[in-house]
C-alpha cells in the first residue's frame, strides 16, 4: 500500500459514496485508475492492519418510536459501523461492527441504544471470513 493507497483510503472513509472522477481528482490519477486501486484495495483491505480486529454481526430492533430513516443516516456518525442493512423478519437491521476490543463494542451498543432508538441487539463475534470473490457472478 503506497502513499495514494493510503490518500483513497482516507477519502473513502471520509466519503465512501465519493465517484471515481472525485477521487481522482483529489489523487491526480484518471477515474480508472482509481477504480482498479479501489479494487486492489478493496481485496486487501484488512481491518486488523488499522487496529479493528474484533468484528461482530449484530442485528437490531429499533423502538416503535424511531424513525428508520433518522436511524439510517445517524450510522453514519458511528464510526465502528462498518455496513449496515435493512431487513425483513424479527429485526430491523444487521450491522457490522469493527472495533479495537471488547470495552469499545460495549460503548457502541450503549450508544446505539441511547442515542439511535435501538431497542434490542443480538450479537455475534465473526471468527473469519470466507472470501469467495464476486467473479463467480459473472461467469455464465
Do not use: W
Request: hydrophobic share 40%; aromatic share 4%; charged share 35%.
Amino acid at each position: 500500500m503506497d502513499r495514494i493507497d493510503r490518500h483513497l483510503l482516507t477519502l473513502l472513509l471520509q466519503d465512501g459514496r465519493a465517484t471515481y472522477q472525485e477521487l481522482g481528482r483529489q489523487v491526480r490519477l484518471s477515474a480508472n485508475t482509481v477504480a482498479d486501486r479501489v479494487r486492489r484495495l478493496q481485496a486487501e483491505l484488512d481491518l486488523a492492519a488499522f487496529g479493528r480486529g474484533m468484528q461482530m454481526i449484530s442485528d437490531i430492533r429499533l423502538r416503535d418510536d424511531t424513525d428508520r430513516r433518522a436511524f439510517e443516516r445517524q450510522l453514519a456518525d458511528v464510526p465502528q459501523v462498518v455496513s449496515a442493512m435493512r431487513l425483513t423478519g424479527d429485526y430491523d437491521f444487521q450491522v457490522r461492527l469493527a472495533c479495537t476490543d471488547a470495552r469499545e463494542f460495549e460503548t457502541v451498543i450503549d450508544r446505539l441504544k441511547a442515542e439511535l432508538g435501538v431497542r434490542e441487539v443480538r450479537s455475534r463475534l465473526v471468527l473469519h471470513e470466507v472470501s469467495l470473490g464476486l467473479d463467480r457472478i459473472l461467469e455464465p
